[in-house]
């Protein structure tokens, strides 16, 4: 799982790179344009069914914060799944996708904040497991909470592209 992450990072500041570099911008447009629905749909998907192996097979329980992470993520895939099934173009789910993104990825930042920074940095959660316990810590900076703000981070840009085409 933290190479996975760490590849969605990667991936991430390509596509900034990309954006930013006038000879590969119209490229880096036209690829994530053309795959934006699928790539959301994977990411979304693989975290779902992630979040519940980690609940189910791994038996580790979701504290509140984790908790509001799926009730972001979780309804982005069954858009983006039905987006998929029905043709429709990425630029028509583009919003929705960006409501649930944006706040599910501050959740996910204060939740990362609150396991990398030392104690009593935050206002930690009330929650049923701790927010505050690293049960994932891979590469030096990849807890659960990154994994879940990287996928968010990506659908933010990605949506924030597929807008700027309707413009």
């Known amino acids: 799982m933290g190479l ?3 590849a969605m990072n ?7 790179v990309g954006l930013l570099s ?3 911008r119209v490229r880096t447009l036209g690829f994530v344009r053309r795959y934006a629905l699928l790539i959301t749909f ?3 998907a693989g975290s779902l069914v992630g979040s519940l192996f980690i609940q189910y097979v791994v038996f580790l329980a979701p504290c509140d914060l984790c908790w509001w992470q799926r009730i972001f993520m979780y309804p982005v895939a069954f858009i983006s ?3 998929l099934v029905k043709n429709v173009k990425f630029s028509d789910i583009a919003d929705y996708v960006l409501v649930l993104s944006i706040p599910g990825a501050l959740v996910a930042l204060y939740q990362h904040l609150l396991q990398m920074l030392p104690a009593g940095s935050l206002v930690p959660c ?8 690293r049960s994932i810590f891979e590469l030096g900076y990849i807890t659960m909470p990154w994994m879940a703000l990287s996928v968010f981070a990506l659908f933010i840009l990605i949506g924030l592209i597929a807008r700027k085409q309707d413009s």
């Not at 990667?10 to 900034?16: C, G, K, R």
């Open 81 to 83: 799944g039905v987006a």
């Open 4 to 6: 996975g992450t760490a």
């Open 42 to 44: 994977v990411l979304a």
């Open 10 to 16: 990667a991936a991430l500041v390509l596509v900034l």
């Open 126 to 133: 009330d929650a049923f497991g701790d927010c505050a316990i």
């Open 22 to 24: 006038p000879a590969w």
